[in-house]
């Protein structure tokens, strides 16, 4: 199908976002295929040749400053991406990135408060008895029934000092004031997201209005302040229930992916476990900004009607006062190597669905352009072997779909297929014809029909990925975080370009083994003791 | 929910909600910014509007009644066409809805032009070329999206397919057991029943805007059906195309004479939609829907406008400022920020011109915030009819509006869609410009006016998926509580 159908199959996954319209893609899932520029067919060289416009420029804080230039309307489209995201995240605190993601939407020492000063040490009382009434509540229930009558009284104590100071805060609190100060000056898009690998800030405005976006977004960047944070938690919690626990694919993911990594952090949901979210401080979150917010961290990529040398004076002037924050501690853990197939069911009031997935390495490793190649013979387009097969020939699927960088693409991560079966057939069939499907690829040499589709499909969308400024800015700010160097975009095209039809056969049969594979099930409740969540018999790895 | 229609008619409801835009604005790169940077208090900066006319498309009538709308830009080597079409499932028999859609569908899936499904398949994927064709409730559409080297053969495919679409066979069939299916997982989703269940409590389960194919419907369909529905639907003098992109005008025109210039015209279908009775829509509803989930999925609402109304613009900003503008809105502050009772909450005015608007509240919090929520809607409404808003509300609403007004022409293809629309709707080519014109000279006293007429607390329909007894126990604190039994086959 389509890509924008084939992106959408991959929006279950990962991402959270503060606004109200939430994209789930999994960031560097609908990327290395989908979107690039670069084009090797010379006659849309001069048009569409990124290399020629993008414009580059580092402050001396390491910030990164990535501009293209586009006049024929007075609007700007900018993005702004910090290299942090749930893969940063410790057990006991998951699901940090992304509340942080949200309470840099409550302001600064000046944006979002009548008076800081005065505010300051409520906010700092309120967040010390938060914390102790979250600990005392966490042992109480820990206790269970044997809680004495004097624990009891402390703890009500604490919510009526916690209520108190709420209250007390919440009289110096100015509503939302950084966006109300966005729409006001016509400002669209407003939004945010937190991914595995990346935290993104976006917005779109008329151009002349920079100098407003400079000072509060450098603000931003370096004084946020974490009010209201108690009812963001809560907030939080309701975006979890909504998209985890009364979404089936949104649950059905959550518990594919932690079977799949079980060291490593890519396991973790990014909007966090329930527990740890209702145990998170101020104290913990402001730790974390500290620690991965720092503008060495972050690329500001501005796609629109704008004058790079003024964009850099302005920028200079106000994130180029930001310090550069030390590096945050490295990321140590590596998954073990899967020894034996993992299969996980997830009961559900909702027709059933798959999700097959195989450890891979990522960007870097040759065998990674290898995947997006397989990825997009798999299941880009209506004549791709998959939709052929199990849609149109078998009739057992009514959606089929693959993704070559599953949750992320900052550390080896997953190639995973999915597909909800066509009734009366089951998930049963839909895996086996799945299997059959890799194991041809390990047979046969794809042809180069196929290999040429792929690239033409590529360079096309290299093309149409030029057209909207919010998508440009989107991904030049991606790959420069996740890739170090934007150019990948341009770089990845042409290795892409390389895979030859041996290269699939080599890198399916390395790969696509039963032991290093997780399947995941998704059953109609009160219905599991259908067959979906057996070992398919008969079909090999 | 009420828009079956395509995508570019999302569009301007959306801007429209926004009221998005104003003062055209200027702008040009290279003027350096004139704030004073060293001030750096973003709540005390003032800018310059900015002056912008956005290219005029050219609109051409060829012979036989079809409308082109003309709009180059070279950026690119890439052309987009799109066709807007006078059909729609309105025009579905009662034992036969979802014809319209399947026709849609097997038009794109079915092979056309002399070509065989998988020849059109194979081409289209072969140079990348995207084509879509799809019929909603209002309004039928189709789009081309090409590289420029590839726009006679993409275009020649795109018209076969319009034209004279083979509807083979087997491809039906797919598109039938594909269309059961989707039936069968349309109870999966708490968010997808709240709000198709809503949808036709306000409107009457059999209304053209809110009646839903079933699998007995769907079996019925024959190949006929979508034959004749084709026939008698489709044709040049009820279509409108938009083309954009790398193209030239007089061989475009050319290319367009060539593949559609001997299409005969055919009698074009009347859009008309049956209205609510007056009293069916007084009437205020309490229903849920039992499903094992973990939050209540709520909307709250009842029938409204349309956007002829002249009403219309007070009530679009009343909603903007009680729940239509996200983080600016009074229901996002009280019930999200204030409260922590939700992540996603809001109010919508979606508006039409052919069937009566639709005004709404949603959030979904969990069980035991339930009744609080709703309490909190009735109040936020009560207060818009209530009391005049503020000064400052007024101002801020008008201002979004008047400094986002350019993303309305943020491109080529923006520009087209948004006159095709506006013809389609049989609506003057700067409705937009007028819309802004009553923005601005907008007063507190029009919106509690348009509050009060508009916003019908007496009229409400409160619909909810949740879990059980819980939920029945909250929901009865605002009236008579039933619950709607769904069908397991959706």
Redesign the interface.
Known sequence: MSDREWCSVKRRVGQKTAGEAISRAVLAVCTLVMVTFHSINPSYASSSSLAERVIEHRLANGLTVLMVERHQTPIVSINITFAVGGINEQVGQTGIAHLYEHMAFKGTRMIGTTNYEEEKPILDELARVGTELDQRQRDGDANGAKATDEEGTTIESLRKRFADLQAQAAEYVVGNEMALLYQRHGGVGLNASTGKDLTRYMISFPSNRLPLWAAIESDRMAHPVLREFYKERGVVMEERRLRNDDSPNGLLFETFTSAAFRAHSYGIPTIGWGSDILSLTPADTEAFFKTHYGPNRATIALVGDINPRDVITLIEQTFGKIPAAPPPPSLVTVEPEQRGERRVEVEFDAEPAIVIGYHKPTLGDPDDDVFDVIDAVLSEGLTSRLHQKLVREKRIAASVGSDASHPGARAPNLFIVTATPLAPHTTAEVEAAIYEELERLKREPVSSKELEKVLNNLDADLVRGLRSNSGLASQLALYQAVAGDWQYILTSRDKIAKVTAADVQRVATQYFTKSNRTVAVLMKKGNAKAAAARPVSGVRP | MKRGRADWMNMRSEVAR?L?VVVL???????????D?EA????T?T??P?E?S?PEPERVVLDNGLVVYLLE??????VTITATMRTGSWLDPADKVGLAAMTGAVMRAGGGGGLSAEQV??E?????G?V?IGIGRQSGSASL?V?S?DLDRGLEIFAGLIRSPAFEPARLE?AK??AI??I??R????GSIVSREFSKALYGADHPTARESSVDSIKRLTRQDLVAFHRHTIHPNGMLLGVTGDFTRDELLASLRKVFGDWQTGTVPELKIPDVSEADLSQSVIRFIN?????T?LRVGHLSIKESDPDYVALAIANDILGG????SRL??DV?????????V?SRLYTGMHDQGVWMMRA???MTSTQEVIERFVANMERMRGEPVTDAELA?AK??Y??????S???PSAIVSRLIELEYDGLPKDFLQQLRAQVIQLTKEDVLAAAKKHLRPDRLKIIAVGSGDALTKALSAFGDVKEIKLSPEG
Do not use: C, I, W
């Open positions: 926004l998005g604005l200027l702008v040009s790169g290279s003027v350096a910014y004139s704030a940077l750096e208090d973003p709540r900066m800018f310059e900015v912008f956005p830009d070279h950026e690119l080597p890439l398949d194979a289209l994927d072969q140079f990348a995207d879509h999206d590289l080297k797919l057991l594909q299916e989707s069968r997982r109870q999966d989703s708490p499903k094992d989930t973990s939050q999925h503008s996200s983080f600016r996002f502050n999200r920020t204030k409260r922590g009772l939700a992540y996603s809001g979904e919090t969990k801020e201002e979004a008047v400094n986002s007004f350019v993303f022409f943020a491109s």
